[in-house]
């Protein structure tokens, strides 16, 4: 049964991509059913030997890249008569639209006539390495259609018509996503412990900060400390494509359990609280930049390194390769992404009534001024533009008007918002589910942890 299982989706993949998607997407669909079928019928023990652990992610990777070989295919398809020559390119760092048409012997007057054809076409001018491109040519040479494979779910198709106009056509697919859980007991580092349990890197990080208002993950671990993780595993055609986030988490710490849920609130918008409602998170996160070394503190009667004069230092600095990526540190809106001659590129963030927070030298700015970001997405990268002597982001923390030490506030601020009395039944009806799944997971789970290992995996 486990070969077939791993073969039918092989098969179906080699079909459906020979004119993806619309004929073939419901049977794709329906064989994964079935697939999950067979991974669900089984009993809970096989499953969860089965399920996450012998995907093979690399073996869909090699399916589309050559040129010129699926005309073949391509005559057999209904919608195409005569034969058209594919040529399927690889997007690389660097590459232009133009050099893509290039290496496919399309014309550059045809891509003109491409770009010109609506505002989804436009959008071809900006392509990220990675993306592929299929272009189908006539006998001619001609441009008769091209497809760009945005991600594995996403195809986007500009035919031209009869009328010799392009039309654009966005056809999805969905991932099939399966609850996971893994438990774990840490005898050396929570990396450790987490890999083992079979937990990506992005996911043990993910769960560090779900908790990192509560646990110092760098001081406060301690042998005999556990977790317990349920989150989403997204499949296409029974392959594993990727991790949804966590649904539910429990960390035990020195004996201490804590438990946080994934709720969405009725904006939308998804956070992680206590089962009774209280954020997991903090107002602010204490640091815009990951893997940062401090180096020049708050110093209100600081020795400037430029001008040799005495100027306060009214932040704190972050020593980072150019380019590393900088946080918004909390909830807020934009109110002024610009560029001075002392600061560089800098972005001025106001959160709620009472606080600022400025972040300046940046290599690049990724927010523009009124928008509204969210914690911990990127609104720049650190560079050395502005008086700077090296790439860092100079930091600022404002109360009320007054500069704060950005490293030191953190701690004196509240959380972030709980869960409002009016949202109470509704968060209620989503996260108890979640966390009663969980709590039957742990039960086995914890029954078992006395047999062999310390890393137990249960699905
Ligand atoms: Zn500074």
Redesign the pocket.
Same mark, same amino acid.
Do not use: A, E, T
């Given at each position: 049964m486990y070969d077939q299982s791993k073969q039918t989706p092989k098969r179906l993949l080699g079909a459906v991509r020979q004119h993806f998607p619309r004929t073939h997407a419901l049977a794709a669909g329906a064989a994964s059913f079935a697939l999950a079928l067979t991974m669900f019928m089984s009993t809970p023990e096989v499953e969860a030997k089965r399920l996450p652990l012998e995907v093979n992610l690399s073996s869909t990777t090699a399916v589309e890249a050559t040129a010129g070989t699926a005309a073949t295919h391509h005559a057999a398809a209904p919608e195409a008569e005569e034969t058209l020559r594919a040529h399927t390119l690889k997007v690389k760092q660097g590459d232009t639209l133009s050099d893509l048409f290039e290496r496919a012997g399309v014309s550059a007057a045809e891509m003109y006539q491409l770009l010109a054809s609506g505002k989804e076409a436009r959008q071809l001018a900006k392509l990220a390495p990675g993306e592929e491109l299929t272009f189908r040519t006539d006998d001619q040479g001609a441009l008769k259609s091209l497809e760009l494979h945005r991600d594995r779910l996403n195809l986007e198709e500009f035919s031209r018509g009869d009328s010799g106009d392009f039309k654009y056509a966005l056809h999805q697919r969905k991932a099939d996503s399966y609850t996971a859980y893994r438990h774990a007991k840490i005898d050396s580092s929570l990396f450790v412990a987490g890999s083992d349990a079979g937990l990506s890197g992005n996911l043990i990080m993910e769960m560090a900060d779900v908790f990192s208002s509560d646990i110092d993950f760098a001081l406060d671990i301690r042998k005999g400390d556990s977790f317990s993780v349920m989150y989403e595993e997204e499949f296409l055609e029974g392959e594993k494509i990727g991790n949804g986030p966590i649904q539910a988490v429990s960390f035990t710490n020195h004996g201490k359990t804590f438990s946080a849920v994934r709720y969405v609130d009725v904006h939308g918008d998804a956070n992680y609280y206590t089962p009774d409602g209280k954020s997991m998170r903090k107002a602010f996160i204490r640091t815009p930049v990951d893997f940062a070394r401090i180096s020049?503190g708050y110093n209100p009667h600081r020795l400037h390194p430029i001008f040799k004069t005495r100027r306060p =230092?009214n932040?704190t600095?972050y020593a980072a390769p150019t380019g590393t990526p900088v946080y918004a540190t909390a909830d807020g809106r934009v109110i002024k992404s610009g560029y001075s001659k002392a600061n560089g590129n800098y972005i001025f963030l106001q959160h709620g009534e009472h606080y600022v927070t400025r972040y300046?030298h940046l290599s690049k700015r990724r927010v523009k001024t009124g928008q509204r970001v969210k914690q911990r997405q990127v609104i720049g990268n650190v560079g050395s533009t502005g008086y700077a002597t090296g790439p =860092?982001l100079?930091y600022e923390f404002l109360v009320n008007g007054h500069h704060r030490n950005p490293a030191t506030i953190v701690r004196k601020l509240p959380k972030a918002k709980s869960v409002p009395a009016s949202e109470m039944a509704r968060f209620q009806a989503q996260t108890q589910p979640l966390l009663a799944q969980l709590e039957n997971y742990e039960r086995p789970a914890l029954a078992q942890r006395d047999d062999n290992s310390d890393n137990n995996t249960v699905n």
């Open positions: 020049s =230092h932040g600095d300046l =860092h100079h």
